[in-house]
């Protein structure tokens, strides 16, 4: 047998040997989330923002990098009112996120991870005009799909980062996409 065909079954022999990772473990996580979305138009009708800055929560699973869990995000949206001779206007929006997660767990080396993730949020968009005592409400419920990556340092048990989303969804005519950028801390167990 040649020396590099050598070579090459004792590299393969070497992989097929190789213990399994430490890290293929199963891990729950929970985390706290806070940030800020801003809605965009495919066509300007303009219209509040609905996101804004927003508080929220992560928990799920990770077992052998593949990552399952739901997230909820409150955008506590817009307010505006104003008020001239015999004329008052106010509205209001806001939007609540539950999202079911499917991610993969990418380790760069003992300390970081990256996680590239895909939900289905279930979008509850909450807002009202009032012009002279008249309301009109505009809420309404939707499916959104939402691509994003969470960039996370570990410490320990402790993890922090950055979690980059994109929204996508069908909000009445036009479509919109809502990018957002929220930090993230929390506790692998």
């Known amino acids: 047998m040649s020396l590099s065909a050598r070579l090459f079954v004792a590299v393969a022999l070497g992989l097929l040997a ?3 990772r430490a890290e293929s473990k199963t891990e729950f996580t929970i985390a706290a989330l806070a940030g800020y979305a801003e809605e965009f138009h495919t066509l300007d009708t303009g219209a509040l923002n609905r996101y804004g800055y927003g508080l929220g929560a ?9 990552y399952a869990g739901l997230a909820f995000i409150h ?18 929006y806001r939007t609540t996120l539950v999202a079911p997660e499917l991610g993969w767990d990418l380790r760069l080396g003992r300390w970081f991870r ?5 939900s289905a949020a279930m979008r509850f968009a ?3 005009t ?18 994003g990556t969470v ?14 989303r994109m929204m996508l969804t069908r909000v009445d005519a036009p479509r919109s996409w809502v ?11």
């Not at 992560?58 to 593949?66: I, K, L, P």
Request: charged fraction near 15%.
């Open 18 to 20: 190789a213990p399994a």
């Open 58 to 66: 992560r928990a799920g699973v990770s077992t052998y990098d593949v």
């Open 75 to 92: 955008g506590f949206g817009t307010h505006e009112s104003a008020t001239g001779p015999g004329v008052t206007y106010e509205a209001r």
């Open 114 to 118: 990256v996680r590239p993730y895909l």
């Open 126 to 128: 909450y807002g009202y």
């Open 130 to 147: 009032s012009v002279q005592g008249v309301t009109v409400d505009d809420n309404n419920t939707g499916i959104a799909a939402v691509p």
């Open 151 to 164: 960039a996370m340092v570990r410490l320990g048990d402790m993890f922090a980062g950055l979690d980059a």
């Open 179 to 189: 990018p957002g950028v929220f930090a993230t801390v929390g506790w692998g167990f």
